[in-house]
């Protein structure tokens, strides 16, 4: 069973999932690939890797914080997981081009299937599936929509607010 929380952030609700202390989605509402039904427990307690990720969440987007720490499960193929590993790899303001990002898979011809799993990504923001670009540098495609892409872009490009 998982435990569910909706966050409120700048750039719109998100739906933040657990099972156990292990944070398994994050998806802002209504964007494409998001869950059509969950496995949850009306009754279970709030975890709280939930209010650990909501405060993280909110200090990314306010530009405290430039990487996460959380114990991420997101749930898919041997090659989703891979190149959702990749996507944590790329740093705090970088891009890549779905093809680099495949490349460094070691499967250059594999840009198309790369893009789809880059779309997949059950952990919007916590996996940075946004740094991804088109191979010309355009915003292409991501899930939860091109202006919050560009908008995280851009919060990137800024660089981390300096905050004690």
Not at 40 to 53: H, W
């Amino acid at each position: 069973m998982m435990t569910l929380l909706w966050h409120p952030t700048s750039l719109g609700d998100m739906l933040l999932a657990a099972a156990g202390e292990t944070l398994v989605g994050a998806w802002f509402r209504g964007q494409k690939h998001f869950p059509q039904s969950l496995p949850a427990s009306e009754d279970a307690p709030a975890a709280a890797v939930l209010a650990e990720a909501s405060g993280q969440l909110d200090a990314y987007l306010a530009g405290r914080r430039t990487a996460f720490d959380l114990a991420l499960a997101p749930r898919g193929t041997a090659w989703q997981h891979a190149v959702w590993e990749a996507l944590r790899a790329i740093p705090y303001g970088e891009t890549l081009s779905y093809g680099q990002l495949a490349t460094r898979l070691g499967k250059p011809a594999a840009a198309r299937a790369t893009g789809a799993a880059v779309g997949r990504n059950p952990l919007s923001i916590l996996i940075p599936c946004h740094r991804v670009l088109g191979a010309t540098g355009g915003l292409t495609g991501y899930a939860g929509g091109l202006d919050r892409k560009r908008a995280l872009l851009a919060l990137e490009q800024a660089g981390p607010a300096d905050r004690p």
